[in-house]
């Protein structure tokens, strides 16, 4: 095939995904549409996600756009550049087994990059682990796996990873007597790819339960390997959502749950199959005339509509619907569009407003690097959120049957609402101790928004561990 006949080639791609392109921001963390609404081995080895391999063998899809697009994706084993790169933009210098003690300023704080292995299949969960406050020398972070007397455990969000905590590691790792870890989840990050096979056939309730264990249990089988009894877990958005369940299931290792900006709490509304499938948009209902203010109607009111629909808008929410429970991600959209990837994650990035340019290039950097891998369990967003961003099993029902400490923090202009956080502490009702946080001058990520005080607040929730 020629050049001439490739590139056309890719333009019809692009113009037949036109509408997916359009749609990327309804499939990330940024939703408009999610805004409106607010044992060991023998263990390991029968965990319920029925992992096979992880060699990273493509699917037809990933392989004809290998074609479509012949670059060659860096390997999340080795390829560790632009996450050491961003990491030392919050003052972390990550060290290894080849890192000589010459080679360290004295005065950085240290962490291991580690692979921990999760089962008998080769798969793995990328780690990143500060121990001893991040002091000492290469030795000292290059310390066998133990059990320390306490761990903080951070979980990223959607099209994230451990780098996005660059802004928090530093804070966070001079509190003593504790070590910080962070997790990218099976699938995404730089940990390892194992092909997610969803169950879309088997129900709303067992679709998500299914897509919930993928994650729950691989993080169990992490916390095994690293011989954590208890932890306090912290998970942001889709993380915030994923560890709620793991409190649920494995309440005894949780000692306190902290829930950032977490996805999935509120019940969906009445009216969403109006709002995500036939096109209708609710109207704003006007509060108070004279001072300008509007409301989107709640969920117990009965939903005024606009007129029909274009045809234009018909196509963009189904196109949108089809991709959504089809289990498209934006990953794939990324990778669809080759060379221009680079710029739609950009892009997505550059919303980070209160960063420098530097630190959002590195950002950029990481997260593309990501959304070049296999694809994985980034394509399961569809089997635990119903179009629109609303979860098949909210939160609501669920978090208030917790039994540990539990703290909710939003940004002070989150699209995320801090209604359902509200509505879960006021139905726990002082069983156990619960805190909601607001972080001024954020948005949805405002642990990079405003890490000096999100550091703060979570330092404080560290220190009062062991309330109940």
Known sequence: MSLSQRTLLHLIAISLLLPALLLAP??????????????????????????????????????????????????????????????????????????????????????EALDVDIDSHGNYIHT???????????????????????????THGYFAGVGFFFRNYHGLSQVDGWDIYAIDWLGMGRSSRPTYKGVRDEGDDRRAEHAEDFFVESLEAWRQRMGIDKMVLCGHSFGGYMVGVYALKYPQHVEKLVLLSPIGVPEAPRDLENMIWKGYEPVHRKLHPKEGEYRMASNNEAPVYDGKPSWQRLLLFRTSVYMWDN????????????????????WYIGRFSLLTDEQRRGMAAYAHQHAQLAESSASSLGDFLRPGGFARKPLVNRVPDVTMPTVFFYGSHDWVGHDGGEEIIKRIDGRVSTRIYHIPNASHNFHIDNPVVFNRYMIDEMTRVDEQ
């Open 26 to 111: 309804m499939l990330t963390e940024s939703s408009p549409l999610l805004a409106t609404e607010q044992q060991q081995k023998q263990q390991q080895d029968q965990l319920p996600w029925l992992l096979h391999s992880n060699s990273g063998e493509s699917s037809t899809t990933t392989r004809a756009l290998s074609w479509l697009w012949p670059w060659s994706a860096a390997d999340s084993r080795t390829d560790d550049a632009n996450e050491r790169a961003l990491l030392a933009q919050g003052g972390i210098t990550v060290v290894g087994p080849s890192t000589e003690e010459s080679d360290i300023d004295s005065e950085a704080v240290l962490a």
């Open 327 to 346: 289990n498209y991600s934006p990953q794939w959209v990324v990778r669809l569009c080759g060379p221009l990837g680079r710029r739609l994650v950009s």
């Open 128 to 154: 990143i682990a500060i121990r001893n406050n991040g002091r000492g020398n290469a030795t000292a972070a290059k310390s066998e796996v133990r059990a320390p007397r306490r761990s903080l455990v951070l």
